[in-house]
């Protein structure tokens, strides 16, 4: 049986950690703004965000 190295390791643990991030940042913001979002699903994305993060909060860097 062929064993993985400690670089093979380190991308499945970097990987692991990058999804449970996502997870759990998702469950965090979730209730900030999903209900707007979903009310209004005829406006792009770009627009809906305004109404959960505030104006400032949406600008794009430039």
Known sequence: M???STFQ????WFGA?????EILTGT???PL????????PSLP???TLPS???RPGS???R
């Open 9 to 12: 390791n380190g991308l499945i």
């Open 52 to 54: 959960s993060w505030s």
């Open 33 to 40: 703004g999903m209900a707007s979002a979903w009310a209004r």
């Open 2 to 4: 062929k064993k993985t």
């Open 17 to 21: 950690g990058v999804s449970l991030a």
């Open 45 to 47: 994305a770009s627009m």
């Open 59 to 61: 600008a794009l860097p």
């Open 28 to 30: 965090a913001f979730a």
